[in-house]
C-alpha cells in the first residue's frame, strides 16, 4: 500500500521565524502532491499544490518543495504567525483518485 | 460561491442503528471523495464517486457502507448497523474535472463526526 509519512509530529516555532514541514512519500509514480492545513474541528484547507513536473512553487508566504529523487516534499511558511498554528497535512496521488494522506505535522506557534 | 457542505455536522448514533452522512460539493464540481478521519491520525480515502457512478470504492469496507451520489442531489455516505468503531470523523471533498495529469485540487467540507454509543 502506500505510505507517506511526516519526519516530526510536533513542531513548534517562535512568531515571525519561518517554519519548515516535512513530508516523505513510497510511490515513486506519484505526480500531484498537496499541502493541507486543518485547524481543530474543522476539515482540511488547501494551502499549495505542485505536479512532479516541478520542484518548487510559490505562494503567499508559503513554498512547496518537491524531491522526487529521495520522494520527499517540504511546506516552508515564512513569518509564520499564529493564525498558522493548525496540523499540516501532505497528500499524494498517481491516480486522481484517491490522495494518500500522511499522519500529519501539528505546528504551534508561540507568541 | 458556496463550499462544500457537509450536514449534519454532528451525528450520534446507538450499536446498531444507521447513519447517514450527506454532501454538497461545490458548485460546478462533479466528483466526489469520501474520507474517514480518526482521532490523531491522517485522513483515509474511502470512496470517489461522480453522478450516478462509483468510480473506486477500494478504501471502503465491504459490508455496512454504501455511498450514491445520484443526479439530483448531494452524496451520501451510509452506515447501516454502526458500531462504536465508526466512531471517527467523515470528510467529504469534491473537485471538478479539469483534465489534469495526476487528479484535480479536492475541496473539503466540514465534516461530520460520528459517535457511537
Known amino acids: 500500500g502506500e505510505s507517506v509519512g511526516l519526519h516530526l509530529p510536533t513542531l513548534s516555532v517562535q512568531e515571525g521565524d519561518n517554519s519548515i514541514i516535512n513530508c516523505a512519500y513510497s510511490?515513486?509514480?506519484?505526480?500531484?502532491f498537496i499541502w493541507y492545513k486543518q485547524e481543530s474541528g474543522k476539515g482540511p484547507q488547501f494551502i499549495i499544490d505542485?505536479?512532479?513536473?516541478?520542484d518548487k512553487r510559490q505562494g503567499q508566504r508559503v513554498t512547496v518543495l518537491l524531491n522526487k529523487t529521495v520522494k520527499h516534499l517540504s511546506l516552508q511558511i515564512a513569518a509564520t504567525q499564529p493564525g498558522d498554528s493548525a496540523v499540516y497535512f501532505c497528500?499524494?496521488?498517481?491516480?486522481?483518485?484517491?490522495?494518500?494522506f500522511g499522519t500529519g505535522t501539528s505546528l504551534t506557534v508561540i507568541p | 460561491n458556496a463550499g462544500v457542505m457537509q450536514n449534519p455536522r454532528h451525528l450520534v448514533r446507538r450499536r446498531g442503528q444507521e447513519a447517514r452522512l450527506r454532501c454538497s460539493p461545490m458548485?460546478?464540481?462533479?466528483?466526489v471523495y469520501w474520507y474517514r478521519q480518526l482521532p490523531e491520525e491522517g485522513l483515509k480515502f474511502m470512496v470517489y464517486?461522480?453522478?450516478?457512478?462509483?468510480?473506486?470504492e477500494s478504501g471502503m469496507p465491504k459490508e455496512r457502507f454504501s455511498a450514491e451520489f445520484p443526479k439530483e442531489g448531494p452524496s451520501i455516505l451510509r452506515i447501516q448497523q454502526v458500531v462504536r468503531g465508526d466512531s471517527a470523523a467523515y470528510f467529504c471533498?469534491?473537485?471538478?474535472?479539469?483534465?489534469?495529469?495526476?487528479?484535480?485540487?479536492?475541496?473539503f467540507g466540514p465534516g461530520t463526526r460520528l459517535t457511537v454509543l
Open positions: 471533498a469534491s473537485s471538478p474535472y479539469t483534465g489534469g495529469a495526476g487528479g484535480d485540487t479536492q475541496y
Open positions: 510511490n515513486s509514480a506519484s505526480d500531484y
Open positions: 505542485i505536479r512532479s513536473n516541478m
Open positions: 497528500a499524494e496521488t498517481n491516480t486522481g483518485n484517491q490522495f494518500y
Open positions: 458548485k460546478g464540481h462533479s466528483h
Open positions: 464517486l461522480q453522478k450516478e457512478n462509483i468510480i473506486d
